[in-house]
């Protein structure tokens, strides 16, 4: 391919791949000289399969989310509440071209017949984008930046999210096959402390790891993921949390782990934890510790299961419940407590 094929083919819709981005990169070399054309190239790949202005904020350490607002706004996350990024990505058209090729860079589909969208970039970033007018204004786009990477328990501990006595109860849990809930606000780290869970797990035992979206990075030799499937545009093809824990309970595993319990899948994973499958974990949106069996009643509700039927399976099923707290101190332990203390208060 030519650079004047490949730029057209760009200019014209089709998919930009590395080898076409170097190609026009390349066309350009009597002008741009050897340096010119390797800036032209980084640039082209950034505005094209990249995260285009948002890459200096991605990047920057300590970033966690970063948020674009309908008028071009760019709002980041670095662990102590949201500030103003001094960056504006354009105006309202250049906000949804950016939604809609980050949709793609996903695998999904971003436009008015789908006017939302939750997916993976190829980095691990995680993508949520909603176009007008269910968001008032233009398109909005959050990026949730995936930090902590195999960071084990000693990391978290040296990073203060816990003690060392909660590490080494911890640690014990695990070991003994107690499953435990890690219950706390969005992004007071829950993800971050589960995978460090999951690297305790022996290397002789298989996981199989059950997700919404594939976020988590597991530290361990025998991790199946399966991960839930949105509809197609007719409707159809949709795989739901609860059938892929049912499917999980079909492949041997050791360990079953929901990435996030937040529907009518807290009744298959009650029933697993309840018929052998022990040392199961998962996370759960929550206040407190105190609120997490309301939190449970409440989620069973959506699968029609009665609330004293959810709390009894509960009961059984979990032994501890692990609390995190965001401040401006970080993101910290704040409550180990077993579950049937926090029923029984």
Same mark, same amino acid.
């Given at each position: 391919?030519?650079?004047?094929?490949?730029?057209?083919?760009?200019?014209?819709?089709?998919?930009?791949?590395?080898?076409?981005?170097?190609?026009?990169?390349?066309?350009?070399?009597?002008?741009?000289?050897?340096?010119?054309?390797?800036?032209?190239?980084?640039?082209?790949?950034?505005?094209?399969?990249?995260?285009?202005?948002?890459?200096?904020?991605?990047?920057?350490?300590?970033?966690?989310?970063?948020?674009?607002?309908?008028?071009?706004?760019?709002?980041?996350?670095?662990?102590?509440?949201?500030?103003?990024?001094?960056?504006?990505?354009?105006?309202?058209?250049?906000?949804?071209?950016?939604?809609?090729?980050?949709?793609?860079?996903?695998?999904?589909?971003?436009?008015?017949?789908?006017?939302?969208?939750?997916?993976?970039?190829?980095?691990?970033?995680?993508?949520?984008?909603?176009?007008?007018?269910?968001?008032?204004?233009?398109?909005?786009?959050?990026?949730?930046?995936?930090?902590?990477?195999?960071?084990?328990?000693?990391?978290?501990?040296?990073?203060?999210?816990?003690?060392?006595?909660?590490?080494?109860?911890?640690?014990?849990?695990?070991?003994?096959?107690?499953?435990?809930?890690?219950?706390? !606000?969005?992004?007071? =780290?829950?993800? @971050?402390?589960? &995978?460090?869970?999951? *690297?305790? #797990? $022996?290397?002789?035992?298989?996981? /199989?790891?059950?997700?919404?979206?594939?976020?988590?990075?597991?530290?361990?030799?025998?991790?199946?993921?399966?991960?839930?499937?949105?509809?197609?545009?007719?409707?159809?093809?949709?795989?739901?949390?609860?059938?892929?824990?049912?499917?999980?309970?079909?492949?041997?595993?050791?360990?079953?782990?929901?990435?996030?319990?937040?529907?009518?899948?807290?009744?298959?994973?009650?029933?697993?934890?309840?018929? !052998?499958?022990?040392? =199961?974990?998962? @996370?759960?949106? &929550?206040?407190?510790? *105190?609120? #997490? $069996?309301?939190?449970?009643?409440? /989620?069973?509700?959506?699968?029609?299961?009665?609330?004293?039927?959810?709390?009894?399976?509960?009961?059984?099923?979990?032994?501890?419940?692990?609390?995190?707290?965001?401040?401006?101190?970080?993101?910290?332990?704040?409550?180990?407590?077993?579950?049937?203390?926090?029923?029984?208060?």
């Amino acid at each position: 391919m030519t650079g004047r094929d490949a730029e057209a083919l760009i200019r014209a819709g089709g998919a930009p791949t590395p080898a076409s981005i170097d190609e026009v990169a390349r066309s350009e070399a009597a002008v741009l000289g050897e340096a010119g054309v390797r800036r032209r190239e980084a640039q082209l790949r950034s505005s094209l399969v990249g995260l285009g202005p948002l890459e200096r904020v991605v990047a920057e350490a300590g970033v966690t989310d970063v948020l674009v607002n309908g008028d071009g706004a760019v709002w980041v996350d670095r662990g102590e509440g949201v500030e103003t990024a001094g960056l504006v990505v354009g105006d309202a058209a250049e906000v949804r071209r950016l939604a809609t090729r980050l949709a793609g860079l996903a695998g999904r589909r971003l436009d008015d017949a789908s006017p939302w969208v939750d997916g993976l970039l190829p980095d691990g970033t995680r993508l949520h984008a909603m176009l007008p007018p269910l968001v008032d204004g233009g398109a909005h786009v959050s990026l949730r930046i995936p930090r902590h990477r195999h960071r084990g328990l000693d990391d978290l501990t040296e990073l203060g999210m816990l003690t060392s006595e909660q590490a080494g109860e911890l640690r014990a849990a695990v070991a003994g096959r107690r499953s435990i809930i890690v219950s706390g !606000g969005t992004g007071s =780290g829950k993800t @971050t402390l589960l &995978a460090a869970l999951l *690297a305790c #797990v $022996p290397g002789s035992e298989r996981i /199989l790891l059950v997700e919404d979206v594939a976020e988590m990075s597991v530290a361990h030799p025998h991790t199946v993921r399966l991960q839930a499937r949105s509809a197609n545009t007719e409707g159809a093809g949709r795989v739901t949390l609860e059938e892929l824990i049912r499917q999980a309970l079909r492949m041997r595993p050791d360990r079953l782990v929901v990435g996030e319990v937040r529907g009518a899948e807290v009744r298959e994973l009650l029933m697993a934890l309840n018929t !052998g499958h022990e040392g =199961g974990c998962g @996370t759960v949106h &929550a206040n407190g510790a *105190a609120d #997490v $069996p309301a939190r449970l009643e409440a /989620l069973g509700g959506l699968a029609g299961a009665a609330p004293e039927v959810v709390r009894a399976q509960a009961v059984l099923g979990i032994d501890l419940v692990v609390h995190l707290r965001r401040g401006p101190w970080g993101r910290r332990v704040e409550e180990i407590v077993p579950f049937a203390d926090l029923v029984s208060s």
